[in-house]
Each structure stands twice: as C-alpha cells, then as structure tokens.
C-alpha cells in the first residue's frame, strides 16, 4: 500500500502542536510496517535542517491566473522520505495565513505526484491546511490524468478549532463553484474536506462522538454528521523511544516503576534548584503545551493563584501560544518567583527535565481531540489533573483499578478547584493510594502500534470506499 502523508508541520522540521509530532511518528511507524509512505510538507524559512536537502524539481505551478515558481526538495530523515515544497508564499507557519498560501501549497502536492514515479493509493491529509486537496483532486486532476483516477483521500482532523475560512471574495481562484467548500458564507478548507475526502477520522474515540454535537462541533456538527458513516476514532500514540526515563540522558537519574521515588526527587531536587525556585518538598505542578483557550487555562487560574498566595505548591509551565496566556504566566512568574516558573517555547530537553521532576500534570481542557503531553508525563510518573473530556476521557481514569490520574466532569472552575486541592491533600498525607496511581500511570502504552494497526485497517477501508 502507497500512502502520501501531507501535513503544515513535521517534527523536527517545524512543530506548533501535538500534530508535528503525529505528523513525524505515525509515517514513520507505518513505514517500519510495511507499507510505502512518503511525507510532503511545506518548507518554511526558518527550517534548520534545509542545507541537506537535495533539489529534486521545479515546477510553474499554474493556477487560472496565478502561476508560482515552485521547488521540491527531498531528504531522508530516521529512514523516512520526506519531500518538501518551497515557493515565495509559504514563509512560516503563522496564524495570518493567506488563502492562496495553503491553496496553491495544496496545488503544488497534487502536481508533483506524478513525478514521483510510484501508484498512489492514498493521500493522507491532515487538519485544515492540506484539506482542500480532495476538492482539488476531483475539479482539477481526475478529469484531466488518469493517472488521479483512483487515488482516494483519509482527512484526519487533530484541531476542529481552526478551519482555514476565507472570503468568498476568493472564489474566483477556483475551478468552479461548489456548495461544498462553503460554510456561514464563507470559503472553509476544513468543511471542504470533510465533505469530499473518502474517510475521515479524529484522534480519539471519545472525540469522535463529542464533535457530533453542537457544543464541540465548531459549526462543522452538520457536515460531520452527513458523513457520520465514513467517520472513525483512533487514538494517538506517543513515540517512546523519545521519552522514556529509564534511559533518558537529559535526566540527573534514570528510574523506573520500582525506583521512581528517588528518582523523581534526585530529578525535581536538581530542577528547582537550578530554576532558583524554593523548596523541592513542596508538590511541583507542570502545565507543558500550547498556551489556547483550549487547554482550560482560565479554569485554573483562580485556583492556581490561592495556591501560590499560600505557597503550597511549585508551578512550572512550559509552552507558547496566545500573547494572552503568555503575559499572565510572565505576570505569575513575576508575582511568585519563588514558586513560578515560565520557560517560554517548546523545547525538548527541558520538557523532559520538567516530566522527571514534576508531581502533577495539568491539562483541564475545554475540548481535547487526544492530547499527547499527558500520556508522556504519566510515563516518567507525573499524574495528570485533566477535564473528561475528549482523548483524555480515554486515557485517564479517577477511580476504579486502573486508577492513573485525576479526572472531573464538567468545565466548572469549582470541580477544577475541588480535583486540584484532592491531589494536593493526598501529596502532604502521603496517600497510599498515590502510589497506586503513580505505578499504573508510569505504566502507560505509547499506543503507537495500535495507532499504525489502526490506521492501516481503515486504510484499508478507504480503498474500499467507492
Ligand atoms: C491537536 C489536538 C491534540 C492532539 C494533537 C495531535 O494539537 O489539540 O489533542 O493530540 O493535535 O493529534
């Protein structure tokens, strides 16, 4: 089986979110299965990596009556092909995207196809950015080459939030006019391919039913549920060969399940110090991720704050995203610099640091299609205080004998409250019952074998579609 994996973004090339680190494990798990896969992806300026990578063509892309000089470039990377395009539009990888950016970066994938010199089964397309490619297929490409006859599209959706909507003013850049691509009068890249790609799927099982319902359906409730039959869930994996304590040499010990004690406190004494932060017996939370409404920010914040005014805790936060949540961790830090910590930025090694030394993880979102973060930080022993919401309903459990984390039901700031303080109490009584979540939680699956598994069922599934 041929598949074509498109994505805005791949880590280590290039990552925002969660889906750069899909975007990297997923082909690559697929290819160690088996199956012939390549990645295209766009190459933006700022990618370290680009002195390696080899010319493989140019190309005039030619759009009505736009034309762009285009180049394709390959490199290998970890055994897995990628393929990158370059033209003057795609600079970054910012929230002011243009149209035409992602439109004609849609175009130059479907054009250079053919020039790849393998049959095609499958493109792979994911979230808004690559999503009106089966539209593309369909007006452009099939009635002209046979070579398109049979290629079916997969949508997975890791972010409803974002859709891509455009004026309609746009449409005059498009082959012919179509109800499908439009949504609340406007052009929308993501209804586009949720109404003609073969299949789609998001990226849990809980996820799956949530987005067929108004609340978290982003307006797109409709269009999901008219294609309901063709819909499917399969949770992420993480790629644990990139985290894993027992090995990690960024650690300032390795530990396991029977050694996690002193481990983690060798790790959280070594970090707290080095951050000039105050008394390592204090519990350390840790929120690692995108700074987005949807991660239940404005939930804890009054928590957070009665918290640190009595000094009963440690917070370190790792991430980057809206200049809102960015100055109020700055003005927390500012606030508490004793017990407060904000590394601005994704960044690999010091997240790992963070996982080691941190008691609790917290991710109490609003929506969460999968959430990857949780799953790492359960691995090095961080429990994880979230919202049953989304992939996180999934993987994290409150009671019963799997018992992993700290779940509540409902975005309410005083079920937040009352979840957060349990997790606190049971730190300073030393509850027996932590140990028992710490060990089930350190014992978490990456899943990233299922996932593959999964994802080539319904693979399979697509070529089947008529
Ligand atoms: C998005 C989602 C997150 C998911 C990730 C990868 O970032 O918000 O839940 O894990 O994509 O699919």
Do not use: C
């Amino acid at each position: 089986m041929t598949i074509i994996f498109v994505s805005s973004e791949v880590y280590p090339f290039q990552k925002h979110g969660g889906l750069a680190d899909i975007s990297a494990s997923l082909p690559k798990t697929l290819t160690q299965k088996g199956l012939k896969v390549k990645s295209i992806l766009p190459l933006y300026e700022d990618d370290t990596f680009q002195d390696d990578y080899q010319l493989f063509k140019k190309k005039t892309i030619q759009f009505g009556q736009e034309s762009i000089e285009t180049e394709y470039y390959t490199y290998t990377f970890e055994d897995h092909e990628y393929l990158f395009v370059k033209n003057s539009l795609l600079s970054s990888l910012d929230p002011n995207e243009t149209f035409l950016t992602y439109l004609m970066f849609n175009v130059s994938v479907l054009s250079i196809l053919k020039d790849l010199d393998m049959s095609i089964n499958i493109i792979h397309i994911n979230d808004w950015h690559t999503a009106f490619i089966p539209f593309l297929l369909d007006a452009m490409f099939r009635p002209v080459d046979p070579f398109y006859e049979n290629i079916k599209t997969l949508l997975t959706i890791h972010n409803l939030e974002r859709q891509g909507q455009f004026d309609r003013s746009y449409e005059t850049y498009l082959p012919y006019k179509n109800f499908t691509y439009i949504l609340n009068g406007h052009i929308n890249f993501l209804k586009t391919g949720i109404m003609r790609a073969n299949y789609i799927n998001t990226v849990s099982k809980t996820y799956k039913q949530e987005i067929l319902l108004r609340f978290y359906g982003f307006d797109l409730d409709s269009a999901l549920k008219a294609r309901q039959d063709h819909l499917e869930g399969i949770l992420n994996g993480f790629d644990h060969h990139l985290y894993d304590p027992t090995t990690s040499s960024t650690l300032s010990i390795n530990y396991d399940i029977d050694t996690y004690e002193d481990g983690k406190s060798i790790n959280k004494k070594a970090l707290i110090e080095s951050l000039d932060l105050e008394d390592a017996s204090l519990p350390l939370m840790l929120f690692n991720g995108r700074l987005g409404r949807q991660k239940g920010i404005d939930l804890m914040k009054s928590t957070l704050e009665d918290t640190l005014l009595n000094e009963n805790m440690n917070l370190i936060v790792v991430g980057e995203g809206d200049s809102k949540y960015e100055s109020y961790f700055k003005e927390l830090e500012r606030k508490y610099p004793k017990h407060v910590h904000f590394h601005e930025g994704f960044n690999k090694t010091f997240s790992e640091k963070a996982y080691a030394a941190s008691d609790f993880f917290l991710l109490p979102s609003l929506f969460e299609p999968s959430g990857l973060n949780h799953l790492i930080a359960m691995r090095y022993g961080s429990l994880p205080i979230v919202r049953a919401t989304g992939g996180l309903k999934d993987t994290v459990f409150n009671e019963g004998p799997n018992q992993n984390g700290f779940t509540f039901v409902n975005y309410d700031e005083e079920e937040f409250h009352d979840v957060f303080l349990e997790a606190l109490r049971m730190y300073y009584d030393k509850d027996p019952l932590l140990e028992e979540k710490i060990k089930h939680a350190m014992q978490v699956t990456s899943h990233l074998e299922d996932m593959a598994d999964s994802y080539i069922s319904l693979y399979q599934k697509v070529l089947e579609d008529e």
